[in-house]
């Protein structure tokens, strides 16, 4: 039947199957409200006790951190940090650590999805977009599933078709570049490869202040000698050491002298965690003016569902500033763009997960915030890697129901969530030879731990790496993947440095 009221703002009518209300999704490089103008809620001289300082800070969106000088705390305010030092009582310090975020918005993005259809229904409804103008601009077909992006004007449409699960999703994209305005092509010499490193953070327990056990970072050297980013460790790994040691393997891997200018031809982040943006977002803030920020890549939810952390517009307003020419694009499943000579893929966004029936995102919500998780797939001469994000059991059951199990194994692959998600399917699904863990190799290790299960099933000891354990580089030299690179893990507890 046909929706009764408006589909999605200047879309026809889709005739057929059972359509959901409409949702917002993705703020995209801008968020579609104002920054808010607030007042610090903390003044120079106050005086608190110091379960009284930590208790403010908790209850006004921040946290509290062990200083050199006391206690020191950050808290969210207006789409900004705000530092805070307490010591013997007293307020001695309040500073803002960023400047004014931008005023530009964007309008959000809005999504339709429609159950209980068919391929039919969706082409019927692809060929009323096009017979009102619109053109299709990029099409792709994985097994049975369909994927169209079309333009008519100003106007951005993505759609998709599901065969497994009979369901299509309508995106109104209202912040994204067109897709084959996005990438570019390469052709590599003799010698020029991709070469893909798990980045030595730091990991220990969680203790504000001091250390964490999440955050994870990879560099991917594409053969053109620019760099594809992987999100980057929460702010206790991001001492001024570590972020000086990340500039010093940019230069190494990439064979540029101190000074000459770094090409990240792309900054993906999984999903709207800060132990995920952190450190990327300091590294810009110290060394922008050695880094070259070409293009952004990820699709997170609108707080319109969840409030998102207050890092994500942090992240979001440096690279505005820094890079304000950055091409973004908000990834939606089906997506194949290639930087360089390698090809990346998107197998699942936030997006599949809603409506799902059984799910904690049934309705017009999502999950838990990590199954918002962007996967995506890295093909590389002639091998694949598949970044997984925290993905939890609500996301495993939704990539499994779209694809067959030829299709989704593969030959790398990041292990999800730090090694914490218990996911005893999609690993047996996937098959990899070789995985790449954000974690200590001392925690979750141990044999009884279920997580760990699945991945030994599969892949030998000596094929597991810790990110605890060093920074480890991988490429492809004869038809195989070979482990080329080692470097020991630098970095201790968090040194108090602005983030």
């Known amino acids: 039947m046909a929706f009764e009221n408006i589909f999605l703002e200047g879309l026809p009518d889709y005739e057929g199957g059972v359509i959901t209300e409409a949702t917002k999704v993705g703020p995209g490089l801008r968020d579609d409200r104002k920054p808010e103008k607030l007042e610090p809620i903390f003044n120079v001289g106050e005086e608190y006790t ?38 013997e009582g007293k307020i001695t310090e309040v500073e803002y650590l960023d400047p004014e975020p931008t005023e530009k918005e964007d309008k959000a993005s809005w999504i339709r999805v429609v159950k209980e259809t068919s391929a039919e229904e969706f082409n019927a409804y692809v060929k009323k977009l096009v017979d009102l103008g619109f053109e299709i601009i990029y099409e792709n077909q994985i097994e049975n599933n369909l994927f169209r992006e079309l333009v008519k004007g100003e106007k951005h449409v993505y759609a998709y078709y599901m065969a497994n699960t009979k369901t299509a999703r309508i995106v ?12 570019y092509e390469y052709e590599a010499k003799e010698g020029e490869k991709t070469e893909i490193y798990q980045y030595g ?62 090409r990240i031809a792309a900054y993906y982040v999984t999903h709207a965690h800060d132990d995920h943006m952190d450190l990327f977002s300091k590294l810009i803030k110290v060394y922008h003016e050695e880094l070259q920020l070409e293009r952004v890549v990820y699709n997170f939810p609108s707080d319109w569902h969840y409030h998102l952390m207050p890092q994500t517009y942090i992240m979001i307003d440096r690279i505005l500033k820094y890079y304000p020419d950055v091409k973004y694009l908000q990834a939606h499943t089906g997506q194949k763009f290639s930087l360089a000579n390698t090809e990346f893929e998107v197998l699942q966004t936030l997006e599949d997960g809603l409506f799902e029936p059984g799910m904690r995102c049934a309705e017009n919500r999502f999950g838990g915030f990590n199954d918002t998780s962007l996967v995506l797939r890295l093909h590389f001469d002639g091998k694949k890697f598949d970044f997984l994000g925290d993905i939890d059991d609500d996301a495993e059951q939704v990539i499994l129901s779209h694809y067959s199990k030829e299709y989704l194994k593969t030959d790398m692959v990041q292990v999800a969530h730090h090694l914490i998600n218990n996911l005893q399917y999609l690993y047996d699904v996937l098959q990899p ?36 354990d060093g920074t480890d580089g991988f490429r492809v030299e004869n038809g195989e993947i070979v482990h080329f690179f080692h470097t020991d893990m630098v970095g201790g507890e968090y040194d108090g440095s602005d983030t």
Request: charged share 30%.
């Open 201 to 262: 953070l730091r990991y220990g327990h969680m203790q504000n202040g001091l250390s964490c056990d999440c955050g994870m970072l990879y560099i991917v050297k594409l053969a053109d000698n620019s760099l594809f980013i992987v999100d980057g460790g929460e702010y206790e790994q991001s001492t001024d050491q570590v972020i000086e040691h990340v500039m010093d393997l940019f230069h190494k891997i990439t064979k540029t002298k101190k000074g000459e200018k770094i």
């Open 50 to 87: 110091e379960d009284e300082f930590k208790e403010k800070l908790k209850n006004n969106r921040g946290h509290w951190e062990v200083s050199k000088i006391g206690l020191s705390g950050r808290h969210y305010l207006g789409r900004r940090w705000v530092r805070v030092r307490w010591n």
């Open 433 to 468: 030879t070789i995985a790449l863990i954000p974690q200590h190799s001392n925690d979750r290790t141990r044999e009884n731990h279920p997580a760990i299960k699945p991945i030994r099933r599969h892949v030998k000891e000596e094929d597991i790496y810790f990110a605890h």
């Open 172 to 183: 109104d994209d209202k912040t994204s570049i067109k897709l084959p305005d996005f990438g």
